[in-house]
């Protein structure tokens, strides 16, 4: 405009006739008015044109930032639920309290056994639950848990040559202490298997816990096979059930004892409605 603004009055007309000859207004108003509802009409159809096209590029870039967003959100909890899966690798029973807080954080549920020294923590990620037992004292490992929450997630249970997603005579034709529970709510088993020198005389378990995922049709045993099932009952049984939990008792540790004190797995009642950590 300072340059246009800046010709003599005779160019500046001159310019205007050339440029709009449509125009048809005497004297130097009409020419001026003339020039000015041009440029406005150009300046109308220029933000037309641009609110043509900025919506559809402003909704574009919203769709694209939000896709950005959920991508990265939904990454950044892949990285978390595989970091919360592969720290199952660095568990077993021995370890510090202090080592599982560093690898899984803070757990959703705390509880104290009164009368001894125990304590259990549970955690409750996407696709698996995990209990951890410990002796406050020592601050040791004595017992931990992995419940499977997902048919697709088949940890290997440590020790033996086998994983969760298979029967239990398949991972074991070996076991003993087997329990059952039936109630209204639900359905659990559990049995233990001693691992002797290769498991470094541990206990491992299998159990089929009622907040867990079923990996296959599963036909509870009848209530007066509880608590402790016969023989002949559980052969069957064993060779066409899915176990969806796995625990590891202590170095030396008892069936009956403290490694399990608070059962194998999270306990349904107070666990089925707990908080999930984001990933």
Not at 95 to 109: N, Q, R
Not at 205 to 217: C, I, M, Q, R, W
């Amino acid at each position: 405009m300072s340059k246009i603004s800046s010709l003599p009055r005779d160019e500046l007309k001159r310019r205007i006739r050339i440029e709009w000859p449509e125009l048809k207004w005497s004297g130097d108003f009409g020419w001026f008015c003339g020039a000015f509802m041009r440029s406005d009409m150009l300046f109308f159809r220029f933000f037309k044109k641009f609110f043509k096209w900025f919506w559809p590029v402003l909704l574009g870039a919203f769709l694209v930032v939000g896709g950005m967003k959920d991508f990265l959100g939904f990454y950044k909890d892949f990285l978390k639920q595989k970091r919360a899966e592969d720290g199952l690798k660095m568990m077993n029973s021995g370890v510090s309290i202090k080592h599982v807080e560093s690898v899984f954080g803070a757990p959703v549920l705390e509880s104290h056994d009164e009368s001894g020294d125990l304590a259990e923590y549970v955690y409750s990620f996407k696709r698996f639950y995990l209990q951890v037992v410990f002796n406050e004292i020592y601050n040791q490992v004595v017992f931990y848990a992995v419940t499977s929450k997902d048919s697709g997630f088949k940890p290997r249970v440590p020790y033996v040559n086998g994983s969760l997603g298979m029967k239990f005579s398949e991972i074991s034709e070996a076991y003993e202490a087997p329990e059952a529970a039936l109630s209204s709510k639900y359905f659990q088993y559990s049995e233990g298997v001693y691992l002797g020198n290769p498991g470094n005389y541990r206990n491992i378990y299998l159990a089929y816990n009622p907040l867990g995922v079923s990996y296959g049709d599963i036909s509870p045993l009848p209530f007066d096979q509880t608590p402790i099932p016969s023989r002949e009952v559980l052969e069957d049984f064993r060779d066409t059930t899915h176990p969806n939990t796995y625990g590891v008792g202590s170095i030396l540790g008892t069936m009956k004892g403290e490694e399990t004190k608070f059962g194998v797995g999270v306990e349904y009642f107070s666990s089925r409605d707990l908080p999930e950590h984001q990933y």
